[in-house]
């Protein structure tokens, strides 16, 4: 089996001090976070949809605002990742250090940590995929709607510039000059 930084044939490295499996266990913890938090945003797309559908403005707000909340602790998580895998990445003396994932990692170690690792890191990855399937659903359902919208407007403004005296901004706009003269000495 090949990753991303290179064949799974490694020995794990000895951890007499045991910083190495401290790392791990954080390393697990974080992944746990982050599927927790990729699931929240799941859920909170169904209100999101909710409030479009109903075009609630309020409530869309408090579900934007509840959204840029997950989405800031997803990235608060993250930084806290890249640091830890940029350890294992100079412990494990990575090839290319940018590409080193939990997986790669947890195929290093020795111990339960490591199939826990391995196990978080699969259910983040199923949840991020399930999100991203939720948001191209959202996504597909928005555009439809808004295209839909569309079309009423144009159909509105079809009735009611039918005598010309309505523009494209909807608004009543004056015809062309006329000029004209009427010759009064005959």
Partial sequence: MHDRVGKTNHVATPDPDGEAL?????LE???????VENEHLAALAD???SAIREANMRALGACLARESEAVQRIADIER????IV????IRFSAPDPNAVTATWIAERLDGPVAERVREAAQELREAILRLRSRN????????????HMQGLLRSAEQALSHSGAYGRRGAVEAGPRVIS??????
């Fill in 29 to 35: 913890t974080m992944l746990k976070e982050l599927r």
């Fill in 80 to 83: 806290r990742r890249e640091g």
């Fill in 86 to 89: 940029h350890y294992f990445a």
């Fill in 47 to 49: 209100g999101r949809d």
């Fill in 181 to 186: 003269a009427m010759d009064l000495t005959t």
């Fill in 22 to 26: 401290v790392m791990a266990e954080q």
């Fill in 136 to 147: 191209e659903s959202s996504r597909i359902s928005v555009q439809t709607l808004a295209s």
